[in-house]
């Protein structure tokens, strides 16, 4: 391939992942469909014209985790530094938590009762591979909440930011103690810890960079040194993504976290302009990063699996316990007045990511990337039928206030 072809190839993705946005923003799509089927085409011309696409399989397998990875930083990163904290949000942050962690939990039991006993797996390996199809991806449910109306649209932001925190740091605690006892718990609290102080080194350190440089590149070392903590972080096996997202906090909401004491060396006006400039930024790099994961791992994948009937009703019965209990919780909790939440929980980036992070060896023949892609389809159209009809409900009735003021 010619430089040229790869620069028309790789621009022509792009320009079609924004005409993919416009077009989900009219219809209620989600975008990260058109992206997959974007990918599946690409996949299915190339091997019409003779292209013999196995040859990069596993160059794929191996861009798709680093890809993942950049993409759940990015979009961690946005949806916190969009996140509005005082004292009036008290009551969403705190429903939204506890939304995302009991249905987090709860998802991970059922899926893991259903591979454990339904299926007869390994209770160890059940509860590793439950883990990452219970995890609410931020990367298709933020986008996704323009649909919803002002308290409906925080409440994802929050839930979907908070499922994906929790659901990394809940895989990466199954993945480190093949017995869980009290000592995991104690080695848990003392991560957290760690991972908080560093957090609070960390913005304070990018905080007095974000108002003192001066250069036009400073946007890209601001990214390098929090990829370069978010390395150290996981390095010492801590939650690195705590990180992330406590740093976007505080750069959303800059004023509520800087005290006296510090509202005397920064300048505020400058440094709120820096943020929101960085923010743009963050939205555009996050961007583009999502466009070419979904396309990549649209390509990726073997459609033949799709047709498997064991697989088809494993699925069936994943989506359908995740959406029982979505549906029961808000019922229970009142937090879903206008019944436009539990239809949101995609399954997404955060899913594939934390799948493909599963050892070989523990790995479930029952629940493969076939499985995982019909859940994770599945969890989008039903996304994309509940924004449809909601949105159409919506413009209904802000037609029909219109009429009324006339």
Known sequence: MEIYDLFISLSTIIILSYVFDLFASRTKLPSVVLLLLLGMGIKFTLQLLGFDFGVYQTRIQILLPVLGTLGLIFIVLEGSLELEINSSKKAILL????????????????????????????HYKALLNAVPLSVISSAIAIPSAAALRGYEKEFVIYESSFSDILGVMAFNFVLTNAVINLDSFLHLG???????????????????????????????????????????????????????????????????????????????EVLQHEIHNFQAFIVEFAFVIRTFFFVIFGASLDLGGLFNTQKLLVALIIVASIYSLRFVYFKATRDDKDNMLWFVAPRGLITILLFYSIPDEYKLGVLDQDVLLMVILASVFILAIGSMYKGNKGNGAVAADDVLDH
């Open 95 to 122: 429903r939204s938590f506890a939304s995302a962690m009991v249905l987090l939990f709860g998802s991970t039991a059922a899926i893991w009762a259903l591979l454990y006993y339904g299926f007869h797996q390994d």
């Open 190 to 268: 003392y991560e957290l810890l760690m991972i908080i102080l560093v957090s609070i080194i960390a913005t304070i350190v990018l905080g007095f960079l974000f108002e003192r440089l001066q250069q036009h590149k400073k946007f890209v070392l601001m990214l390098a040194i929090m990829l370069l903590f978010y390395g150290v972080a996981k390095y010492f096996h801590l939650s690195a993504l705590v990180l992330i997202f406590i740093f976007g906090l505080f750069a959303g909401n800059n004023e509520w976290f800087i005290t006296k004491l510090f509202r005397q060396k920064f300048k505020m």
